[in-house]
């Protein structure tokens, strides 16, 4: 769920950061420019897990920046299609389950991926899998579970155009696509009890 991308940039440091150590002022510009961040096609960013090189720095006219030429790598979320992964149920729609990790909060179960005999209770706004006549397993909020990655989402986020209207509602960058139709996936306390 975690790799590690390679990455090359230009660091900019301000005046303000150079009572820091150098490497310590170009860590620290590294994490706030990709930390937390979705880069198109490769993932969440984490944090920085190491610097690889870094040029000399060279002072900007004028500004008194100085820029500096690095090569970094990062620590980046973004499972395989096939993983299996733990998460927590946010909330349950007609048309699926949200989850959350952690640290992550775009993943959707579309109710397809649902095991077979499952419905939607709408007084109470939750999945129930009817096992037979008399067994029904709920899709609690917050409880624990255990789902597979099918299919991944990307979305760019350019600006609005001048031929597009400001208020269009934004996707999401990065989006997961999940299943628990398949035996062990689901509430992990229906298969750890």
């Not at 109710?111 to 209770?121: H, R, S, T």
């Not at 600006?159 to 999940?178: H, M, N, S, V, W």
Request: aromatic share 12%; glycine share 8%.
């Amino acid at each position: 769920m975690f790799i590690l991308t390679k990455f090359a940039d230009l660091v900019t440091i301000e005046p303000k950061d150079f009572s820091k150590k150098s490497i310590e002022a170009i860590e620290d510009n590294i994490n706030a420019k990709y930390s937390n961040k979705v880069i198109q096609k490769i993932g969440l960013c984490i944090c920085l897990y190491d610097l690889l090189w870094a040029s000399e720095g060279l002072i900007g006219h004028g500004t008194g920046m100085v820029n500096v030429n690095v090569e970094f790598r990062m620590v980046v979320f973004r499972p395989f299609k096939g993983e299996t992964m733990l998460g927590k149920i946010r909330s349950s729609t007609p048309f699926g389950i949200h989850l959350r990790t952690e640290f992550f909060d775009d993943i959707f179960v579309p109710y397809q991926e649902l095991p077979a005999g499952a419905e939607f209770n709408v007084s109470e706004q939750l999945w129930v899998w009817n096992l037979d006549e008399n067994e029904r397993l709920y899709y609690d909020n917050h409880e624990m579970v255990r789902f597979q990655v099918i299919d991944e989402e990307w979305h760019d986020q350019t600006p609005a155009g001048p031929t597009q209207a400001e208020d269009a509602a934004l996707k999401t960058p990065y989006k997961l696509k999940g299943s628990m139709a398949a035996d062990g996936l689901g509430v992990c306390l229906w298969w750890d009890g």
